[in-house]
């Protein structure tokens, strides 16, 4: 394989965290970027694994560097983005990097990093959608119709990615997953 970036995108309960943590298992080598965030760092987080926890004015300065892939507010209240730098020095290493990024960091990243071959995980259908959110069981009613209407506007916009990969069962969205990043190769 190749040093490229590959972004990960798709609705939410669709299984991205579940694919990306199959991806790493069948191929140690790839690398999952870690985010930047200007939030306090929550109990057992550690500065450099979960995220690179950073002052507002130290984000500030890297957005204004050009030194995110890309970056949001969060709730109105906190930034996080995807720094550009160990994107890169996980590229030159050779690792195959995964960005796991939302409809609009993907948008970001394709703008200020055209390079990274973009992928969207969808479900076999909106209904399979809204039953895993609901099986999930970690939101309540209001915010899984928030999560919803937000997974129409993504599943929209599918086609703007390279490749979309069905995730009916999870080795089989890996497999397809793995055979992209090997033809890029």
């Known amino acids: 394989m190749t040093s490229r970036a590959?972004?990960?995108c798709?609705?939410?309960?669709?299984?991205?965290?579940?694919?990306?943590r199959q991806l790493i298992e069948r191929q140690p080598s790839m690398w999952l970027s870690v985010s930047a965030t200007t939030r306090?760092?929550?109990?057992?987080?550690v500065d450099g694994q979960h995220y690179f926890f950073v002052s507002p004015d130290e984000f500030?300065?890297?957005?204004?560097?050009?030194?995110?892939?890309?970056?949001?507010t969060v709730h109105g209240i906190h930034r996080y983005g995807t720094p550009r730098g160990p994107v890169?020095?996980?590229?030159?290493?050779?690792?195959?990097?995964?960005l796991e990024v939302d409809l609009a960091g993907a948008r970001q990243v394709r703008a200020s990093f055209p390079e990274a071959v973009q992928i969207f995980i969808a479900p076999p259908t909106f209904e399979d959608l809204e039953e895993r959110l609901e099986t999930r069981g970690t939101e309540g009613p209001a915010e899984r119709e928030r999560r919803l209407e937000t997974?129409?506007?993504e599943l929209a916009?599918?086609?703007e990615f390279d490749h979309v990969v069905i995730n009916d069962d999870?080795?089989?969205?890996?497999d397809e997953i793995l055979s992209i990043i090997e033809a890029v190769g």
């Open 6 to 8: 590959f972004v990960i």
């Open 10 to 20: 798709g609705p939410t309960a669709v299984g991205k965290g579940t694919v990306i």
């Open 40 to 45: 306090a760092p929550r109990a057992g987080e």
């Open 60 to 72: 500030d300065e890297m957005v204004g560097a050009g030194n995110m892939l890309e970056w949001a």
């Open 88 to 98: 890169l020095d996980a590229m030159a290493d050779d690792r195959v990097v995964l």
């Open 151 to 153: 997974a129409r506007v």
């Open 157 to 159: 916009a599918a086609d």
């Open 170 to 174: 999870v080795v089989r969205a890996t």
